[in-house]
């Protein structure tokens, strides 16, 4: 069993910043992939941004070059630095684990990922 939290969510107007953190509990992470997924109102959940293994990294179209997902291994806590918001950032934005392999090449489907935190609100305004 793995269970995540994520925090770090809240208000930021378009062009600042928020870091999201994603801290698991009840087994190390280190060594699975990890993705960041968010859902706005009305829409579907959408891929947001993974890590595989130490460095590997994706990241949706829409938040390359804006977003930067990181691993801290020592505190099994997977970040989410988001700058240069905008209002169509707007959601919650959820964590998740694949807690079966280190490795996974469908990183951004959901189906590929077994444990899911809560998620955490990110409001951007214009």
């Known amino acids: 069993q793995v269970q995540l939290v994520e925090s770090g969510g809240g208000l930021a107007q378009a062009g600042g910043s928020l870091r999201l953190s994603c801290a698991a509990s009840g087994r190390t992470v280190r060594q699975y992939s990890m993705g960041w997924f968010r859902q706005a109102p009305g829409k579907e959940r959408e891929f947001v941004s993974a890590i595989i293994g130490s460095s590997t990294t994706y990241y949706a179209d829409s938040v390359k070059g ?34 079966r392999a280190a490795y996974i090449t469908r990183y951004y489907s959901g189906d590929d990922y077994d444990y899911w935190g809560q998620g955490t609100q990110v409001t951007v305004s214009s």
């Open 66 to 99: 804006r977003f930067t997902i990181s691993r801290d291994n020592a505190k099994n806590t997977v970040y989410l630095q988001m700058n240069s918001l905008k209002p169509e950032d707007t959601a919650v934005y959820y964590c998740a684990v694949n807690s």
